[in-house]
């Protein structure tokens, strides 16, 4: 065996213009599958593969020329027709066109090559397909060796002005960021992360979500886009919020009226939890109110893809029953098919017990504007027949039983002028001192003298507060107050077994929850006084009546119907409020609230009783009123007192009066409503 058989590779000698080899070792048995005898007898191109042979010619022609040695890759034909790749090295060609080359059969590293091209070529098309951005960082350096077009787009950066630099380089912003913690987090550690951030210099400041993997000396980076997600998911979030905190109930069925979703407003106003529910129909929800007719056109009108409006009175889980505002609406699919509906339900239970009170409040200031004409000639009248009597006294002196008369139809005109007296309170059209005083020192006054003047199988009870609760008001008209609801409850508790009846003082700080229950309030302190007992009780129909004039629940001859009437005028007259709770049986409580003043110095309110003058010393008075018979019987009695009077009509007549006699006119009376 010679030298060249040992040799792993194919040794071979070609004479280049005869195109055949002349000798090769037996290492072409093991490569192509010849015998050198059939190696060496056939043109050395026929064993090259077709699309090689005019490259191999061409390649040994530009080495002959030049005098190089040659160095070129060919496929050659194997003994069974196949091919392999020969890598071929060779002396260049001497005098005689010897050339003497060896070969390597490197079909493998080939093949390795071509399958690596192909997964390259795949890896590309992949990663310039996809829509997310897409780098890979090599070494320490974490240098940018791939940037794919998504990636170019995204951060508006081309590829060529990135590649070959470290990424804090390219990308000098992004120094010291999360991007560069999570970088190197990732190639040290060798362990997948991903993080979600927001970055970026506008335009192209946005939120990303990126995922980092390590690979072979480096990592790669996978992200996308996405603001818009984030803005999507944030217009869900408020909407779920806004759906969930509503006042409104919100009740979500599926296309055959099964619940499938209801909010915690739904929970407050029925007493159902969303677990008592779900599954459910709706009707669970009905109190008998509706007629079938009502539910027929809600289905007919709601699976004709229209909206349904209407007022409705539905069932608590308790049995209650509440009224609400209700509107019910389809839900379309993508198709345009109805695949849920949603209801929307607002408690009224509030607003219809506000604008009942606003109907009681309209109406009692009507009224109040009736009572207060008709008392105001009431009284005209009354001023008339109290003055005859007092004349028709004075001409009857030597006649007692005419005196007598006259004091009883007298005592019956004084029961009159009070009856007109607490018409006036009801119309608040009569006059009062406002004055700044202690409410609770006076209430305690008031509550000493009660206890003498209600009967004693009555208990009195008291809860008064320690503060001096500053008001301003007329002391005359609430101490009147008072009475008149203690004597109504008195009145109540008549056949009670254990009568007893208890007042009670506190301050109240009113805010915006109080408010909404309880309509015409403002904000602040109020004086909050309560007198409750236990007696009868009114009948929730009647409650609305109670501060109406001559409205009574006693007994004929038993009330005239204004004592609550006066109630009511005094408390508006003071700027504040008057409520009722009862329940018929078990007794009533009523609730009074006055706004409470600042104020340092409380003027002393207490009255000195003067001496009345009942025969003047012939001084002059000017009587102003615009009734005549007012006028005349006025005129009479009071000349019949020692004094001169002079009278006026009206305004004008009493102004010309005055200017003709200034210095002879010693007092003025005036009726307050004459022109």
């Known amino acids: 065996m010679s030298t060249i058989d040992i040799f792993p590779g194919l040794i071979a000698t070609a004479n280049i213009e005869t195109g055949y080899f002349i000798e090769c070792n037996e290492a072409v048995t093991d490569i192509l599958g010849y015998s050198v005898e059939e190696f060496t007898s056939k043109p050395l191109v026929e064993f090259i593969h077709p699309d090689d042979r005019q490259r191999t010619i061409d ?82 350096d974490l240098i940018l060796t791939y940037f794919n077009s998504s990636a170019e787009e995204i951060l508006g950066r081309e590829a060529k002005d990135v590649l070959g630099k470290p990424i804090f380089d390219a990308f000098p912003e992004a120094k010291g960021s999360i991007f560069e913690k999570q970088y190197r987090r990732a190639f040290d550690t060798k362990v997948a992360t991903s993080f979600e951030t927001y970055f970026g210099i506008a335009p192209y ?54 619940i499938e979703y209801v909010n915690p407003s739904f929970t407050r106003m029925t007493g159902y939890s969303a677990e008592e529910v779900l599954g459910e129909n709706p009707r669970i929800l009905k109190s008998g109110n509706q007629s079938d007719e009502y539910y027929k056109e809600l289905w007919n009108t709601i699976t004709d893809g229209r909206v349904f409006n209407s007022s409705i009175i539905d069932r608590r889980k308790d049995g209650s029953q509440y009224p609400a ?176 009846i208890t007042i009670r003082l506190e301050a109240l700080q009113v805010d915006e929850t109080f408010i909404e229950k309880h309509m015409g309030f403002a904000t602040g302190v109020y004086a909050h006084l309560s007198v409750q007992d236990n007696g009868c009780g009114v009948p929730e129909n009647r409650t609305s009546h109670l501060f109406e004039p001559f409205f009574t629940t006693k007994e004929v001859g038993k009330g005239t119907g204004l004592g609550l009437a006066m109630v009511f005028g005094s408390v508006k007259s003071h700027h504040g409020f008057v409520e009722v709770e009862s329940v018929e049986g078990e007794g009533a409580t009523f609730h009074i609230y006055l706004p409470l003043v600042d104020s340092e110095k409380i003027a002393d309110s207490s009255k000195q009783d003067g001496e009345v003058t009942e025969k003047g010393q012939g001084e002059t008075i000017l009587f102003v009123d615009d009734q005549e018979g007012i006028i005349d019987t006025g005129k009479e009695v009071l000349e019949s007192m020692g004094y001169q009077v002079m009278t006026a009509s009206n305004g004008q007549q009493a102004v010309d009066l005055f200017k003709e006699h200034p210095e002879a006119i010693d007092l003025l009376l005036w009726m307050s409503s004459c022109p």
């Open 59 to 140: 390649e040994i022609n530009r080495q002959l020329q030049s005098g190089l040695t040659i160095c070129f890759q060919i496929r050659y034909q194997c003994k069974d027709n196949s091919y392999k790749w020969l890598s071929w090295q060779g002396t260049a060609a001497d005098e005689d066109g010897k050339v003497y080359a060896v070969a390597t059969d490197i079909t493998e590293f080939k093949q390795a090559e071509a399958d690596l091209e192909v997964s390259e070529k795949k890896f590309r098309s992949t990663v310039e397909g996809i829509s997310d951005g897409f780098f890979i960082l090599k070494d320490e």
């Open 205 to 258: 400041a946005n939120w990303f979500d990126v995922r980092v993997h390590p690979v072979d000396d480096g990592i790669s980076v996978f992200f996308q886009r996405t603001t818009e997600r984030k803005q999507a998911e944030e217009k869900t979030r408020k909407l779920s919020q806004a759906v969930e905190q509503a006042g409104e109930s919100v009740i979500i069925t599926d296309a055959e009226g099964s």
């Open 325 to 500: 505002t209700m509107s019910i609406a389809p839900i379309l699919n993508d198709e345009g098919s109805i695949s849920h509906y949603v209801a929307l339900q607002q408690d009224m239970t509030d607003h219809d017990m506000l604008e009942e009170q606003f109907r009681q409040s309209q109406k009692m200031e009507a009224l109040g504007t009736l009572v207060g004409g008709i008392a105001h000639d009431f009284n005209n009248m009354l001023a008339g027949i109290t003055g005859n009597l007092y004349l028709a006294k004075q001409s009857s002196e030597g006649n007692p039983k005419a005196i007598e008369k006259l004091r009883n139809i007298e005592g019956f005109s004084y029961r009159a002028a009070d009856m007109i007296q607490q018409l006036l309170t009801f119309a608040r059209k009569d006059r009062v001192s406002m004055k700044p005083f202690p409410f609770t020192p006076f209430i305690k006054e008031t509550i000493k003298l009660l206890h003498s003047s209600i009967p004693e199988n009555i208990t009195l009870g008291e809860d008064v507060c320690a503060d001096e609760l500053i008001v301003k008001g007329d002391a005359t008209q609430i101490h009147q107050v008072l009475l008149n609801l203690v004597n109504n409850a008195c009145d109540a508790l008549e056949w009670s077994t254990e009568p007893r």
